[in-house]
């Protein structure tokens, strides 16, 4: 009765944490991830000179460009670390936050 117990409780884990994955994520969770570009990349991604902004930038090239940084395919003085904090998803999340911003 124990390994049956001990079993369901694992699939009903299983499941919720794969329900969990799919759904889309809070808004205002996403909003603080961005925040955290902030400091370089200005209040929602509006930029001072000199720095790159991502307020309506593509959607599909943050996300390949937080990718290639993630993977030390492109050159970064902090952008390959600060990368590698972010799952996948998150990424995904942040680069739609962003391309939806206005310029």
Known sequence: MKHASALALGLLCALTSAHSQTQSPDPLQVRSWAAGCANCHGTNGRAEPGMVALAGASKD??????????????????????????SDAQIVAIASYYAAQKK
Not at 61 to 86: N, W
Request: aromatic share 8%; hydrophobic share 40%; charged share 25%.
């Open 61 to 86: 090239e943050i996300i390949q460009k937080m990718q290639d940084f993630k993977a030390g395919r492109l050159p970064a003085t902090v952008m390959h670390q600060l990368s590698k904090g972010y």
